[in-house]
């Protein structure tokens, strides 16, 4: 299951950054046309210069800043059906950086467990970052000043191709790129830093994991306690007391491919409660068997 999460990870990054396949040939522009109105489920950050989509994340902030009514029914519907349909598959699956954060992580290197007080950090960004920066200042906090998928993305680029851009960076172009280096250096060591410590999408998308229609069943009365889901985890959790219901849990379905005894599944969840367990038998059953 690795293996095809890792080919549908790569196809979905193509797909979000595929303008070049609809004229989009320059690397020192922005891609304009008519998808650029509808939001990619993924971080990906609206200024790549191949883009097709725009990023759910910066149209929430723009809303948020500039919106007539300081909110967008598009984005939060965006945002609730797919978190309805998926949860945090979509940070698994889709998310291009994501992507990026995985592969970085099969270096060859000394690996650590992420401390658990860091955890909760995705809420200040969120909170901080993505409402009140852009509400109370009327700018994109977190694009402008922590995004590391943007400044991978746009700065980058433009950085680099566009002398218009060039001219005009100043000191928070590097306080990005640095910020950008400390995540990507960091994912070499830690799973998924960036995801675990600074996404909002990736928590908006976790509220939902206990209720998404795509998501993992857990037969309770099959478990042997054996603690290889729990191993096999990437982000720390204990799946078989219950993480795979956490926000945290990114449905990489490792627990499901190395559960000797096929306790968890994953599928359409429809009518079917999240986990299932054999109710004992009646006492006056259990003697008279």
């Known amino acids: 299951m690795g293996r095809l999460r890792k080919i549908v990870q790569g196809l979905a990054a193509a797909a979000a ?19 650029k109105q509808f939001c990619t489920p993924g971080l990906n950050c609206y200024a790549c210069p191949y883009a097709v989509n725009a990023c759910p994340l910066g149209s929430l902030q723009y809303f948020i800043g500039y ?9 939060a519907g965006f945002l609730l059906l797919f978190g ?3 949860g945090r598959l979509i940070c698994g699956w889709i998310c291009p950086f994501g992507l990026v954060q995985d592969l970085l992580y099969k270096i060859k290197s000394p690996k650590f467990r992420l401390p658990g007080p860091l955890r909760h950090l995705p809420w200040l960004a969120l909170l901080g970052f993505v409402i009140l920066v852009p509400l109370l200042a009327g700018s994109p906090g977190f694009c402008r000043f922590i995004c590391p998928a943007g400044s ?29 280096v400390f995540f990507l250096a960091g994912s070499v060591f830690l799973f998924r830093l960036f995801c675990r410590t600074a996404c909002p999408l ?10 998404a229609l795509l998501g993992l069943t857990f037969d309770r009365s099959s478990c042997n306690e054996c603690g290889l889901c729990e191993k096999a985890c990437p982000v720390d959790l204990v799946p078989q007391r219950g993480g795979y219901l956490s926000g945290a849990c990114i449905r990489c379905l490792n627990c499901r491919d ?3 005894q096929g306790s ?3 599928g359409l969840r429809i009518g079917k409660p999240a986990t299932v367990q054999v109710e004992p038998p ?8």
């Open 17 to 35: 950054n595929s303008a070049f396949l609809l004229g989009q040939t320059r690397i020192d522009r922005i891609y304009q046309g008519p998808l």
């Open 282 to 289: 009646e006492r006056g059953k259990e003697d008279s068997a």
């Open 67 to 75: 919106g007539k009514y300081h909110f967008s029914l598009y984005v």
């Open 264 to 266: 968890f599944r994953f």
């Open 202 to 211: 990736g928590l908006i998308y976790g509220f939902f994991n206990r209720i």
């Open 84 to 86: 309805a349909l998926a």
């Open 258 to 260: 190395v559960c000797p």
């Open 152 to 180: 991978l993305q746009g700065g980058v680029p433009f950085g680099i191709f566009s002398s218009q851009i060039r001219s005009l960076v100043g000191t928070l172009f590097f306080v990005k790129i640095a910020i950008l």
